[in-house]
């Protein structure tokens, strides 16, 4: 497990669109910083010497999109390698990317469902642990939004645990996915987190959907967080104890000073979790 000293309690999710405020004025209360390496990799110019920059100064995740760790395409190990010497040029205290895939024949610039078996788990277990190999570090996976699960033999919870346990990765727990799936699902949001193994949670996710309709929300990181999220936080604080905490917010960015509100959101969960384990009203 990746302990809260690695690199904070906070994080937000970085955008390009936020590099000049984060540059000149970069907030207190944020301990760390994602960003999706694809988007960041390959720049020169301006925007590497900016990243540069950050990431000498702050501490940085990175968040992957293109692995498809569930495919049946051969893992790009070019691409495996060109990572490695990304983290290691920017000093990145964690990797994780989706349990999920995104190619066959080619990418299909989505992140589809993993079928729920035992055949799925050998396979994409056997897939993170070679990803683990070359990089010679750790990674966690996440927990997706789904909409359909095709083939499904097991459930969503007992597939993410013996997929962890296989691979013997990390989990980074999306607490939005969680709620989103347990609507969309019908689940219990709070026993799916409880059944979740704490050592194994590197960090978490935190985000906005869109409610499509009354039992159909959409995954989007497109909108501030709602309240039923933030108190399934609280409840997975109560659950495993604090654990590094990120806003993401993909589109419809609204101003930074909107965005660190809900950055101290997060602070204001860790700290009354903090203060009723002290017995602090």
Same mark, same amino acid.
């Given at each position: @497990?990746?302990?809260?000293?690695?690199?904070?309690?906070?994080?937000?999710?970085?955008?390009?669109? @936020?590099?000049?405020?984060?540059?000149?004025?970069?907030?207190?209360?944020?301990?760390?910083?994602?960003?999706?390496?694809?988007?960041? @990799?390959?720049?020169?110019?301006?925007?590497?010497?900016?990243?540069?920059?950050?990431?000498?100064?702050?501490?940085?995740?990175?968040?992957?999109?293109?692995?498809?760790?569930?495919?049946?395409?051969?893992?790009?190990?070019?691409?495996?390698?060109?990572?490695?010497?990304?983290?290691?040029?920017?000093?990145?205290?964690?990797?994780?990317?989706?349990?999920?895939?995104?190619?066959?024949?080619?990418?299909?610039?989505?992140?589809?469902?993993?079928?729920?078996?035992?055949? *799925?788990?050998?396979?994409?277990?056997?897939?993170?642990?070679?990803?683990?190999?070359?990089?010679?570090?750790?990674?966690?996976?996440?927990?997706?939004?789904?909409?359909?699960?095709?083939?499904?033999?097991?459930?969503?919870?007992?597939?993410?645990?013996?997929?962890?346990?296989?691979?013997?990765?990390?989990?980074?727990?999306?607490?939005?996915?969680?709620?989103?799936?347990?609507?969309?699902?019908?689940?219990?949001?709070?026993?799916?987190?409880?059944?979740?193994?704490?050592?194994?949670?590197?960090?978490?996710?935190? *985000?906005?959907?869109?409610?499509?309709?009354?039992?159909?929300?959409?995954?989007?990181?497109?909108?501030?967080?709602?309240?039923?999220?933030?108190?399934?936080?609280?409840?997975?604080?109560?659950?495993?104890?604090?654990?590094?905490?990120?806003?993401?917010?993909?589109?419809?960015?609204?101003?930074?000073?909107?965005?660190?509100?809900?950055?101290?959101?997060?602070?204001?969960?860790?700290?009354?979790?903090?203060?009723?384990?002290?017995?602090?009203?």
């Amino acid at each position: @497990m990746i302990t809260k000293d690695t690199f904070g309690n906070v994080g937000l999710g970085l955008r390009r669109e @936020m590099l000049d405020d984060v540059l000149s004025a970069p907030p207190t209360t944020v301990d760390f910083y994602e960003v999706a390496p694809e988007n960041w @990799m390959t720049l020169g110019g301006k925007f590497a010497a900016q990243f540069a920059r950050l990431t000498e100064q702050h501490n940085f995740v990175c968040h992957g999109l293109s692995l498809s760790l569930g495919s049946c395409d051969a893992l790009d190990t070019k691409f495996i390698a060109e990572l490695k010497v990304f983290f290691d040029q920017h000093d990145i205290k964690c990797y994780s990317e989706h349990l999920s895939y995104c190619s066959g024949n080619g990418h299909m610039y989505d992140l589809m469902p993993i079928p729920f078996t035992e055949e *799925a788990v050998l396979h994409t277990a056997k897939r993170i642990a070679e990803v683990q190999n070359r990089l010679e570090r750790r990674i966690a996976v996440e927990n997706v939004s789904y909409y359909a699960a095709p083939g499904q033999e097991m459930s969503e919870i007992d597939f993410t645990l013996a997929v962890l346990q296989e691979a013997d990765c990390d989990l980074l727990l999306d607490v939005n996915n969680i709620y989103v799936n347990s609507i969309n699902h019908g689940y219990d949001a709070e026993a799916f987190l409880a059944a979740l193994p704490s050592e194994r949670i590197a960090y978490g996710h935190i *985000a906005g959907h869109y409610v499509e309709a009354q039992d159909l929300l959409i995954d989007t990181h497109g909108a501030e967080v709602c309240d039923p999220v933030w108190q399934l936080l609280q409840k997975a604080y109560n659950i495993h104890g604090v654990f590094p905490t990120l806003l993401e917010r993909d589109f419809n960015l609204p101003p930074m000073n909107e965005l660190l509100t809900e950055v101290e959101q997060i602070h204001q969960a860790q700290l009354l979790h903090q203060n009723e384990q002290r017995g602090i009203a």
